[in-house]
């Protein structure tokens, strides 16, 4: 019998008659065949890999056939939240589809239940486990962790509100890298920058083991809380290390000088940092020959100043992309980037000193090679507080994308005439009302003779934005196509501006319009 058809009848058994019920159990009828059952183990377990451990676990209840099919997991995901009792949608409108999510929602409940309670041979253990989840997820963790028989992890993940014993963590990563694990994840809410950044809750600092640094098949390491991490005396770490992400709230200058560093084959590179204190100068180091994707993330906190001395070098010279989020706006040191093709900055700056506003504009020189570039309008405030008739030139750029507010539009013409090579210009206008727009002459260069697409978002109509379009359709030869996507308008609306953008006046015989 189909498990589905089994669900039904211990369904109809617990809830009485069901006008439904025949034509259900008929489906099963016909698909008594129980063909899943019948996959190979490798198969199975590949199947189960998607699944969190409570709920891998829990199929050993199907039948005798799966009864130790999760002991050869591969993938181990632990979340604690998934040992409490899920929340039904209550957002389903259909009396009928409720009811039925309702009830498989309570089955997969129960099934979890029956499955795990003969774990710990205690006939009350869910009911102190739903009393008291946090520990009994940890006697969960640790009972799979016994249990499963693969010699090798492909994954390790951990995602925990609030662990009470923070030395089982060690225990746990410790038995990961044994069995040779590829991938680790890790997530402690109580130790999490969320937490962190909103409370100001200062927990005690979570060691990772030191064998974690010198695995020898970890690939993948993504660690959303605070941690600790011993670097070797040798000052090489993570062998095998392609891809890391790391949140850090301590900052000791011994970790961020040498950890991007030590990494001998890392790939890609995430770092989130909250800079709360000013006072303390916090350099990071991240040379690297092997390094492909870098992103990196600074938030201050709630403070009243943003002031900071915080230095970032970066020396990677087969770097390729580079995405910067900073709310501190520290100071870069931007180095043989010979390789960087595409650049995303989006820094923002409470203040208006003008030395830590112009740090925008030595990073944009570090990395004036690039192909791509987007620009947001934080970044765009910052530019306009520093330019002082100087932008570094993009020789090789062909694609900008930029967030105007109301007082950039004048830096719009300056960088222009810093992209002699532009063919692709993309405008998200986050102006909301006129701002007197005027572009200055002379024509930037890349305007008369390489730009060939441009796209207007969020056009509101304002009257900058038709002068704005008008002054590319008149003076651009090589234009192609002009894309204007309007925001919030009405059909009437869009047909008025659409009319409107048709009647000017076209340097190129070839150029397109379309408005959307």
């Not at 090798?152 to 746990?172: E, H, I, P």
């Not at 992309?321 to 650049?343: C, G, K, N, Q």
């Not at 651009?476 to 609306?493: A, C, F, N, P």
């Amino acid at each position: 019998m189909s498990s589905w058809s089994t669900f039904m009848m211990m369904e109809e058994s617990e809830s009485g008659s069901d006008s439904r019920q025949p034509e259900l159990l008929e489906v099963g009828k016909h698909d008594s065949e129980d063909r899943i059952s019948r996959l190979p183990d490798p198969i199975l377990c590949h199947i189960l890999s998607f699944l969190p451990a409570k709920h891998a676990v829990a199929t050993r209840i199907l039948s005798s056939r799966w009864n130790l099919v999760w002991t050869w997991l591969s993938n181990l995901c632990f979340d604690d939240e998934l040992c409490e009792r899920p929340a039904i949608n209550m957002h389903i409108d259909d009396s009928l589809t409720k009811d039925t999510a309702q009830r498989f929602d309570k089955f997969v409940h129960r099934l979890s239940m029956r499955a795990l309670d003969p774990l710990f041979g205690l006939t009350n253990t869910f009911a102190a486990m739903n009393a008291y989840p946090r520990i009994g997820f940890e006697d969960f963790v640790n009972w799979v962790l016994d249990r499963t028989n693969s010699a090798t992890l492909a994954k390790f993940s951990l995602q925990c509100s609030n662990l009470t014993d923070l030395s089982l963590l060690k225990f746990w990563v410790s038995s990961a890298i044994m069995r040779n694990v590829r991938e680790i994840e890790i997530y402690l809410e109580s130790h999490g920058l969320h937490t962190l950044f909103y409370f100001f809750e200062r927990q005690d600092p979570v060691e990772l083991p030191e064998s974690l640094c010198t695995s020898t098949t970890l690939e993948v390491l993504v660690l959303y809380s605070d941690f600790v991490i011993n670097i070797p005396p040798s000052g090489l770490c993570f062998p095998c290390l392609k891809f890391l992400h790391i949140e850090m709230y301590r900052l000791p200058n011994n970790l961020t000088e040498r950890l991007f560093s030590a990494c001998p084959v890392l790939e890609e590179l995430s770092i989130v940092g909250l800079l709360i204190n000013a006072d303390v100068v916090t350099n990071f180091n991240i040379s690297s020959p092997t390094l492909k994707k870098l992103g990196v993330r600074f938030d201050i906190g709630d403070q009243e100043s943003s002031y900071n001395e915080h230095k970032i070098l970066i020396r990677v010279p087969n770097l390729e992309r580079l995405h910067i989020i900073d709310h501190a706006l520290v100071s870069y040191m931007v180095h043989e980037l010979h390789s960087l093709t595409e650049a995303f900055i989006d820094v923002s700056y409470v203040e208006r000193p003008l030395p830590q506003a112009k740090r925008v504009l030595e990073l944009l020189e570090g990395v004036n090679e690039i192909k791509f570039m987007s620009l947001s309008a934080k970044t765009m405030f910052v530019l306009d507080l520093a330019y002082e008739d100087f932008f570094p030139t993009f020789p090789n750029l062909t694609y900008l994308e930029v967030h105007i507010g109301g007082t950039s539009w004048k830096l719009l013409h300056a960088i222009l005439n810093s992209l002699p090579n532009l063919e692709v210009l993309l405008i998200h206008n986050q102006a909301v009302r006129d701002s007197g727009f005027i572009f200055e002459e002379p024509i930037p260069r890349c305007l008369l003779f390489h730009v060939k697409k441009i796209e207007m978002r969020s056009f509101g109509g304002y009257e900058h934005e038709f002068q704005l379009a008008k002054y590319f359709l008149k003076n651009i030869d090589s234009l192609e196509k002009l894309i204007v996507k309007s925001w919030e308008q009405t059909s009437q609306e869009k047909l008025k501006q659409c009319q409107e953008l048709l009647m000017f006046e076209r340097a190129s015989k070839f150029c397109q319009v379309e408005f959307l």
